[in-house]
């Protein structure tokens, strides 16, 4: 092959470094290394992404493949390395489905639809195996066990239990003794090139400032795991909130085990730990991205709305919507469960979250799903190829390069609303941010408990199921579980991830984007809005004018109500005090005499 332009000077520089062993099996380095990135040359003089061709022909292990940020990062390797070997999924069967039924059902979602055109053959590419990770030995079957240890090149490790009210048994089990499992498997694989482990930016959130280092634990985890296994349940119970100490949950505090843990095993391995905030919908991929950043921001929705209104009947209004999306370039954020922020938004967009307790000062380090899966993947690459000494710490955040915080999130959250209304709200979203407790505890009983007691209340008398409080219950739970979060700020050193953006091509910078400083934050918390009522809502597009109209009707009803509660307490008032009443008699004589003067001037003006 000749190249048709000179190399560019990454490529050079890449050249003249020593090169992966995978890479240069059977061949002198410099060779076998020219030849690896001629064929990277494509013959328009455009460079094919080097991250993408690192995966061609290799043997992915993923854990927690059917998660949220799992799923993401599966379609992202599919689409741009459909040349990849295999992929092992280690998961459970769930809800009646078997894994081949499950696997199934997650391919044919919207998600994957792009897929399907690059790599139309995927579910060959698929291989579930079942595991339980709940179990001490993983559950994986011999044979399977054989395959995975004698084939495996990469491992992704996603799985956890991320409950933040999990018993500290069963999260010991999932984030630690499974790495620990998982970690013992890899050291027996030999073809295996880099194990990346997923962890939390929040690992370590007793801390204020946190640096890409593994902080110790001030109890070893494998003697938490040891004590695990003798230790009964009520005995774990009141030993927890010592162990985790000001730590606000088993979760975080798992987590931490869970790095020490890998961190005690990098010695054999070539191993990486990624560790994002708060995981949000997605940004740029796999849907395309809203042409519109800046000023035009928001212009979507209503272009949207415009084409949907317009579109002849024969449309569905959700081939309209997707139609629309393609061509107006529109993106939705892609999003499949509720938790973190995605929860919270839809109460509050349902109107039954109307108060939070946070410093809307606070940052709010969300980071979206499609940045963190392209950094896991990036990094996958860049610690096989360059084998760094150390185990190297990636933060992916946001809150150091494109800060936003909780009350301006809060902001464009509710205005997101105003554009696209959820359908059937209980009442108009209205929700606030508030710092005092007292404040946020009267607001919680006259805006939460009392309007779902007296709804309930309501339903029972028309002989419907009560289940308004039973929906606040549930929220209040979910806040307090929360709440820590939006009240404390943290700040994450982010040199190995800077880094790493300079070690890729320009085409590994495009296609495997993680640079958060391009997000235009209303743009995407708009997209997020959107996704949650396309993916989770499941809610027609085509009824949003109508929700606007209901929203107005709330609104109306809100006034009524307000306008009636006041005016039936001033009647009470004037009813048994003198002063009310003289207050009523000086506002009435006031506007009395105001009207006079104005009737006054205006027939001598004439
Ligand atoms: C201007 C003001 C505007 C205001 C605008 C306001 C909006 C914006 C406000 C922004 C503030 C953002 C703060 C984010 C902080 C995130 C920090 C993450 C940091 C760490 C990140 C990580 O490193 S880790 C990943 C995160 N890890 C979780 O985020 C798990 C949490 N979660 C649980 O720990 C369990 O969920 C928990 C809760 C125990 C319940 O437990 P539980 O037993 O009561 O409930 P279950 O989960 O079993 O679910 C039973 C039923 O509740 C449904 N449901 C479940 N969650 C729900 C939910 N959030 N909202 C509604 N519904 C929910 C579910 O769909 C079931 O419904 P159904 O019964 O119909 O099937
Ligand atoms: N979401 C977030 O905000 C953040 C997440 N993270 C980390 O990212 C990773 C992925 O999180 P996310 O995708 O959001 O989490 P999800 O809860 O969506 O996914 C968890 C995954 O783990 C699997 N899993 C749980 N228990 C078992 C088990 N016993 N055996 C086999 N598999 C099991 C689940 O399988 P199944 O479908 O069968 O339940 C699922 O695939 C986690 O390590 C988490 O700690 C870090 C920071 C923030």
Redesign the pocket.
């Known amino acids: 092959m000749r190249l048709t332009q000179p190399l560019p000077s990454f490529l050079a520089s890449s050249l003249a470094h020593e090169q992966p062993q995978c890479l240069l099996r059977g061949t002198s380095p410099v060779a076998s290394g020219m030849n690896f990135f001629l064929e990277l040359w494509k013959t328009k003089g455009r460079i094919m992404s080097m991250i993408a061709a690192y995966y061609k022909n290799k043997s992915i292990l993923i854990?927690?493949?059917?998660?949220?940020?799992?799923k993401v990062l599966m379609e992202k390797l599919l689409r741009t390395s459909p040349d990849l070997k295999v992929i092992y999924i280690?998961?459970?069967p769930?809800a009646g489905q078997t894994l081949p039924q499950r696997m199934l059902q997650i391919l044919s979602s919207k998600l994957f639809e792009k897929v399907k055109e690059v790599c139309p053959n995927m579910h060959e590419k698929i291989r579930p195996i079942y595991?339980?990770?709940?179990q001490s030995d993983l559950a994986i079957s011999k044979e399977d066990m054989q395959e995975l240890l004698s084939c495996t090149n990469i491992i992704f490790h996603?799985?956890?239990?991320?409950r933040f009210d999990e018993p500290l048994r069963h999260a010991v089990q999932?984030?630690v003794t499974?790495t620990q499992q998982l970690l013992l498997m890899a050291s027996q694989m030999p073809k295996l090139e880099v194990f990346v482990h997923?962890?939390?930016?929040?690992s370590n959130c007793n801390l204020k400032h946190i640096d890409e280092v593994i902080y110790p634990c001030q109890v070893e985890p494998k003697k938490i795991i040891d004590s695990m296994q003798w230790l009964d349940d009520a005995i774990v119970d009141e030993i927890t909130p010592k162990l985790i100490g000001d730590r606000p949950n088993t979760?975080t505090y798992t987590?931490a085990l869970g790095e020490v843990v890998v961190q005690q095993e990098s010695e054999n391995l070539n191993i990486a730990i990624i560790?994002?905030?708060?995981?949000g919908a997605t940004w740029q991929e796999p849907f395309p991205v809203s042409p519109a950043p800046g000023p035009q921001a928001g212009l979507h929705v209503d272009l949207l709305l415009a084409q949907t209104s317009s579109c002849p009947s024969s449309f569905s209004s959700h081939e309209m919507l997707d139609k629309g999306v393609l061509l107006a370039g529109v993106s939705l954020g892609w999003v499949d469960?509720l938790?973190?922020p995605s929860g919270l938004i839809i109460a509050a967009g349902k109107g039954l979250l109307r108060s939070v307790k946070a410093a809307p000062m606070a940052v709010a380090d969300l980071i979206p799903v499609d940045t963190v899966v392209n950094l896991t993947l990036a990094v996958g690459w860049y610690t096989a190829v360059h084998r760094p000494q150390s185990t190297l710490i990636y933060h992916c955040t946001s809150g150091n390069l494109n800060p936003c915080n909780w009350g301006k999130m809060g902001l464009q959250i509710m205005a997101s609303f105003e554009k696209i209304p959820y359908e059937k709200p209980f009442r108009r979203p209205n929700a606030d941010f508030t710092t005092n407790t007292f404040t946020n505890q009267y607001w919680k009983a006259v805006s939460h408990w009392a309007p779902a007691i007296m709804y309930d209340l309501y339903l029972q008398l028309t002989g419907r199921k009560p289940r308004f409080t039973k929906l606040m219950n549930r929220l209040s739970k979910t806040l307090s579980m929360l709440e820590y979060f939006v009240n404390h700020s943290w700040e994450w050193s982010t040199s190995n991830t800077d880094m790493l953006m300079l070690e890729l091509s320009p085409e590994d910078q495009r296609v495997f984007n993680f640079d958060i400083r391009q997000l235009n934050w209303l743009d995407y918390i708009e997209n997020y809005v959107l996704g949650i009522k396309k993916y989770l809502l499941k809610e027609d597009m085509s009824g949003i004018p109508k929700a606007r109209q209901q929203l107005k009707k709330l609104r109306n009803i809100h006034y009524f109500f307000n306008t009636a509660l006041f005016l039936i307490t001033w009647r009470l008032l004037i009813a048994r005090s003198q002063m009310a009443r003289n207050v009523w008699l000086f506002i009435v004589s006031f506007c009395y005499k105001f009207l006079s003067y104005f009737r006054a001037s205006s027939t001598l003006k004439a």
Do not use: E, H, Q, W
């Open positions: 854990t927690g493949a059917t998660g949220f940020m799992g280690l998961m459970r769930k595991a339980d990770l709940g996603c799985a956890a239990t991320v999932l984030n499974a997923i962890s939390t930016a929040f979760y987590k560790r994002p905030s708060i995981v469960n938790n973190g």
